[in-house]
């Protein structure tokens, strides 16, 4: 079973700042939280990856709350190419994938 | 740097028939995961290599899937006999040394299956 929850779909539009949160209640301690963007037709690519607090790199931002219940994953100024779908992990081995987020970015 | 490859990218076989994909590693990376979507559904965990051993084979569905990665390289996985619902797409990844589950896993494009 999935150990994360983030919604299904979400919208915008070009330019904009998108933030998707992620509920993770039980993570283990040891647990990292990694996010990935897949395409149609491709694999899943990593994005970042977090234990807590705030990290960025060139494509994105990962904000974990000292509880680390949750976690945002936020991309600024999207574009059309940035369509794809979202997944929150729990990564302590082996990733487990939920449904994850179907982004659409629209012109 | 050359990524991870699968082969075939898309199979199509009948019920009862073998199928073999199979999947390189990047170079070097000792970890090597398994993982397939089939009906749409979500991405699940098959088996994971730590060079030639099994570390964990805890999602493979049943004894008809038989994977294997002699010399630590690449990896087959042989599905003996195929079932309708075997169909789906089979990824495979790949991450550095190390037992950790923190490091990157690398995602190949994936075997599409078709079982008729």
């Known amino acids: 079973l999935a150990k994360t929850t983030q919604p299904i779909s979400m919208d915008s539009y070009e330019g904009q700042e998108v933030n998707i949160t992620c509920s993770h209640n039980n993570i283990a301690t040891n647990d990292y939280i990694t996010w990935y963007q897949q395409f149609p037709s491709q694999g899943p690519r990593f994005i970042i990856q977090?234990?807590?607090t705030k990290v960025t790199n060139e494509v994105a931002s990962l904000f974990i709350p000292a509880d680390r219940k949750s976690s945002t994953l936020s991309l600024p100024r999207v574009s059309l190419s940035d369509t794809a779908v979202y997944y929150c992990?729990?990564?302590?081995?082996?990733?487990?994938f939920g449904q994850g987020t179907e982004l659409s970015v629209k012109p | 740097e050359a990524g991870v490859t699968q082969f075939p990218s898309h199979s199509v076989i009948e019920k009862g028939q073998t199928v073999t994909l199979r999947c390189d590693p990047i170079s070097g990376h000792d970890n090597l995961y398994w993982y397939r979507r089939v009906m749409g559904k979500e991405i699940k965990f098959l088996l994971h290599f730590v060079k030639e051993s099994k570390q964990d084979e805890s999602g493979m569905p049943n004894n008809r899937f038989l994977a294997e990665r002699t010399g630590g390289t690449y990896s087959t996985l042989k599905v003996q006999p195929a079932e309708l619902e075997d169909s789906g797409v089979y990824f495979c990844?790949?991450?550095?040394?190390?037992?950790?589950?923190?490091?990157?896993?690398?995602f190949g494009p994936g075997t599409r299956l078709t079982v008729t």
């Open positions: 992990l729990e990564q302590g081995g082996k990733l487990i």
């Open positions: 977090g234990y807590k």
């Open positions: 990844a790949s991450s550095q040394q190390g037992t950790s589950g923190f490091y990157e896993q690398y």
